[in-house]
């Protein structure tokens, strides 16, 4: 493949610092674009100095100008602690965010990728959730920042592509787990890793019999490059996620086995609109990108739980000098 430059907006976040590893790894320029919202200088750390990396602290709601070959458009907050904490900001990040950067390829004329979820299914009545499905999202609930905000981002890139025949390509990611997720956003399997190994009770939210599918982020890095390698037209959306379900009650006994925990399990009230089921259909993913996810679920536990002993251990001589 030939070098190019790449911009990835988002690229100091957990997804974002693993696509930037890759595309470094293959040989490519990468601009990562980041206002450290969410994200961590550390997930990018190892890259300053790279000669093929640069780092511009950019909001993406302020238009950019630069020169650049591909964009992914990650930057936004992904969890619900965080995209809540001010939930103007993130629908401003989706909408104006998607607007400034699709207006940059519309300038450049170059493909451009947008990291859509699974959230824009909302709470289904269909199951497994497949891209012709259209969603059952609440409009003014505290997640709509979020779901909605996605959902008018992926209009904005197929009008863009309708009104200015742009080369869009849309992923809709489902849950994806593995080193560098943050251990304060409040996900499940990072939840559950840091409490076991800090020996804490492991809250589950329900009875635990919601179930979940998690995808280990090498599995997903592979499959967003390889949307962005297809042919103009090959638009999406595309879901990526891993289609194996386990119940959130199953994933906390892994996570209690896998780190040697002591860690009891304590159940607390469901959180408003939290989806009960939420599994991907991946045949287009499959078909079009001949792309399946690899990597088991308890191999990827295993290296997420390797990264987070790291990150707490190296707290530890902090929380004794504190
Ligand atoms: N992780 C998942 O399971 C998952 C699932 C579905 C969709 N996604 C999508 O993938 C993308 C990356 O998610 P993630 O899990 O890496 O989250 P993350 O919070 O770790 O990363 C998001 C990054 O965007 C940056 N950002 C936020 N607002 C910004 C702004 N206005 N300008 C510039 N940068 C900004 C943050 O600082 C952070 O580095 C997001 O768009 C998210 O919606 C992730």
Not at 62 to 90: G, M
Request: aromatic share 8%; with cysteine.
């Amino acid at each position: 493949m030939d070098m190019e430059r790449v911009l990835v907006t988002g690229g100091g976040g957990f997804l974002g610092s693993h696509l930037v590893d890759r595309l470094i790894a293959e040989g490519h320029e990468v601009l990562c674009v980041d206002n450290f919202f969410t994200g961590s200088r550390r997930n990018i750390d190892h890259l300053l100095g790279h000669p093929r990396f640069e780092l511009l602290r950019h909001d993406v709601t302020f238009p950019l100008y630069v020169e650049v070959d591909r964009i992914y458009n990650l930057a936004c907050p992904a969890s619900p602690i965080h995209y809540q904490r001010d939930p103007v900001q993130t629908t401003k990040t989706s909408v104006l965010g998607a607007i400034n950067m699709l207006g940059l390829a519309k300038r450049l004329h170059v493909p451009i990728l947008q990291a859509s979820t699974s959230e824009v299914y909302g709470d289904p009545e269909v199951h497994p959730q497949d891209e012709s499905y259209w969603g059952r999202v609440n409009p003014v609930g505290t997640r709509a920042c979020y779901d909605e905000g996605k959902r008018a981002a992926e209009t904005l890139f197929f009008d863009y592509r309708r009104q200015h025949g742009l080369d869009i390509k849309v992923i809709r990611i489902f849950n994806t787990y593995g080193p560098r997720m943050d251990a304060n956003d409040g996900r499940v399997v990072s939840n559950f890793i840091v409490q076991a190994l800090k020996g804490e009770p492991i809250t589950i939210y329900g009875d635990g019999s919601q179930t979940r599918s998690f995808c280990y982020v090498d599995d997903l890095i592979d499959g967003m490059v390889r949307l962005m390698g297809t042919k103009p037209g090959f638009t999406g959306p595309v879901n990526v996620g891993n289609p194996v379900e386990f119940t959130i009650a199953e994933l906390a006994e892994a996570t209690v086995r896998l780190t040697g925990s002591q860690s009891s399990i304590e159940y607390r009230p469901l959180p408003a609109d939290d989806p009960r089921q939420r599994k991907p259909d991946i045949g287009i993913a499959r078909d079009g990108l001949g792309w399946t996810p690899h990597v088991p679920l308890e191999q990827g536990l295993e290296k997420t739980i390797a990264y987070f002993r790291g990150v707490l251990e190296a707290q530890r001589p902090l929380d004794r000098a504190a």
